[in-house]
């Protein structure tokens, strides 16, 4: 029966074929790599290693060009753009995506990891389910990566969370949104690779992320205030479409999952190390680096608890066996 979906798996495989000439055994194949974060930040230089990695253990047979900065694709639209096979591989952050499946929002439920440790069982607790719901799009997972803890950018002291009312608020995904409309905020969400200009601009004067973006986005030019509170440790994740990667030859399959378990281990190893250097940056550029008050870190242990409410309502029985499951490791 030729439906919809047919039709859909015969273009996207058509696409992969003819921009990726893998059906052609001797040529050298060369693979796009979308990703959404500055060339020098963590992230894209693991997956620009990671390249490196393939060709090498492929004997140059397979190349993988990785696109910085939201450069090939915008960050909501890599997922899409490699399930279609416009793109062969693709970095995102996995939270954009929760309102795909909650579990793509598990790791940004405030409080319940926020050490790389804590962050590293999460992982392992919710890679199944992580796994599944990406196969079910046509990808396959191949390494996931953190980001630093989440702490709060402004420019004004912040008591409480009513110090929040009013703030242009740039938000990243559901839950950042959410906590800017519960503090009376005014969330508008924007990815990274435009928050520099929404700064400058005045667009927004707040939002919450590690010291590495807040690095990268040259934050001490428009804002003064980092309140480290460490709210939870958000993770990128990089997959393939999966009928490029079944249309490689075995050994080709191979050096792709080793290089990718070389650049999750790489990665989770490059953000440990570098977290406290990007807050000392921080500070190094003026800015007020501190831990939240009291009364704003209790202020927040109360939208925490908001957002993993709303998370474990939407996410159900599967959500809650997930949280079980974490914490008993
Ligand atoms: N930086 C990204 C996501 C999380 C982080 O630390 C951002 O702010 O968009």
Known sequence: MINRRTIFATVACFAIGLGSGVNHASA??????????????????????????????????????????????????????VATGQAQMGEVLL??????????????????????PEA???????????????????????????????GVYTK???N?????????????????????????????????????????TGIVDSFMSSGGTGYDTKVWESLTHFYDVQAWIPKNVTFVNKAAFDALDKPTQEAILKAAATAETRGWKAWE?????????????????QPPSATLKDDFKKIGEQLTDDWLKKAGADGKALVDAYKKM
């Open 156 to 158: 004004k002291d912040l």
């Open 273 to 289: 190390d570098k977290t406290s250097w990007y807050v000392e940056q921080l500070k190094a550029k003026g800015m007020k680096v």
């Open 160 to 200: 409480s969370a009513a110090d929040m009312k009013g703030l242009k608020w740039r938000a990243y995904n559901v839950g950042t949104s959410r906590i800017g409309e519960l503090v009376g905020a005014q969330p508008v969400t924007i990815q990274a690779a435009e928050l520099p200009q929404a700064l400058a």
């Open 120 to 150: 590293m069982k999460l992982y392992q607790a919710s890679k199944p389910a992580i796994e599944k719901k990406l196969a079910s799009q046509g990808l396959m997972l191949l390494f996931a990566v953190p980001w630093a803890p989440q």
């Open 28 to 81: 050298q194949t060369t693979w796009n790599l979308p990703a959404a974060y500055p060339a020098d930040n963590p992230h894209t230089e693991n997956l620009v290693a990671f390249a490196k990695d393939v060709e090498a253990a492929t004997g140059g047979k397979l190349k993988v060009n990785v696109h910085a900065n939201a450069s090939l694709f915008k960050a909501p639209d890599i997922k899409r753009a």
């Open 95 to 116: 939270s954009i995506h929760e309102n795909e499946d909650p579990v793509f929002g598990l790791d940004v439920v405030p409080f319940l990891a926020t050490s790389f």
